[in-house]
């Protein structure tokens, strides 16, 4: 992959123009919901370098990446990045080492053996705790019960914990994902945080009625994945 190029080379004109006015649809749709100032967090897993620099360029401040082996060669090369890498996927502890030097904010931190690695590799590091509201097998994220001494633990451990993210169910159409968005809004009033990431291109209108204060957005900003990539964990 092309991690040593510099801005002007991973630049496609073509591309940073379908972006832009692919995220202004997002935006648009935002708006729609009722959101103001919702982050768009621009997921750019399995898309070449182009695409992070296209969704940088039209405005967003970070990318979202799920796999710790593309974001090493992505962006391994870089000296420094003019955005934000936001890591959204399962993290495994070994992997931590690798993404530490790379990844600005981490939000799938799900349990105590995740929050210690990021704890050590990475002092005081911009954390999310993902939670599962939908108790689906294989999925990332504790349970909601969890989730204040899991936060509790992440502050105690150093970490700075900026919010909650969450994944709504991958079976059932939007509307499903409603009560597990409220209860993930309701969790960080209570808790004081103020990050709500959750939403996805499916189902971001739900999750900006319900409150989200980021939403994450790959196939409506970059189009479709080949179908190995598309599971979400
Ligand atoms: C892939 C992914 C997204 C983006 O999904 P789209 O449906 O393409 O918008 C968002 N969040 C997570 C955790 C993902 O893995």
Redesign the pocket.
Known sequence: MSSDLTPDEVCDPALDQLVAERLEVVRERIRLAGGIGVEV?P?T?TFPPAACWAAFRAGCSAV?E?YAQEVVAKFGAQRSLPFGVHF??QLQTNKVRLLAPLVTCY??IDRESVLREVAKRVPGAAVLVQVNTSSEPGKGGCAIDQVPELVERAVAAGLRVRGL?T?GPTVGGPEDARPGFRAVRALCDSLSLEVCSMG???D?DVAVQEGATEV???????GG?PPA?????
């Open positions: 967090l997921v897993k979202g799920n959204i996927g939000e799938t993210m994944v996805m291109t499916a971001l994450r957005v790959g196939s409506a900003l970059f994945r990539a598309r599971a979400v964990r």
